[in-house]
């Protein structure tokens, strides 16, 4: 995974602190519209898809498959290369950016629709990041 010590911490805001007490316990937290029960990310406090403030957060599966990616060749500080830039569209619908770990990072192991899940990186004692690995290397949840 990362060297934690060179990674941007992302800041909570109001908005998203849901999301992030969801990561620090090992959970991901989506939210869902009342009104039309369309399911988002990234957290706002209204919904995307008809404006609606009642919205709800729920725990997600942690499952989904790999939408999109690109393998990333060049340096950065806080990971060794190469490295997965990745899009991940949850079982729930939402699609989420992020990282593939503890796989080869090439095209024959980076399958596109490949099943992946959730595991979290403790950055902080605030930040837990997601990241997702093959379905096959854990243990579904």
Not at 97 to 102: P, Y
Request: glycine residues 4%; proline residues 11%; contains cysteine.
């Amino acid at each position: 995974m990362a060297d934690k010590s060179k990674i941007s911490l992302p800041k909570p805001t109001p908005e998203t602190e849901h999301f992030w007490q969801g990561t620090r316990q090992g959970a991901l937290k989506l939210q869902k519209c009342v009104d039309c029960a369309h399911v988002y990310f990234p957290p706002r406090p209204f919904c995307p898809a008809c404006a609606s403030r009642a919205v709800s957060v729920f725990t997600a599966t942690g499952r989904g498959m790999l939408y999109s990616y690109v393998i990333n060749n060049r340096p950065h500080p806080a990971f060794d290369g190469p490295y997965s830039i990745a899009v991940v569209e949850l079982e729930e619908g939402p699609r989420m950016m992020t990282n593939i770990v503890n796989c080869d990072q090439t095209p024959e192991a980076l399958q596109l629709d490949m099943p992946v899940e959730v595991l979290f990186e403790e950055l902080s004692d605030d930040i837990s990041l997601p990241y997702f690995q093959p379905a096959t290397v854990g243990a579904t949840k």
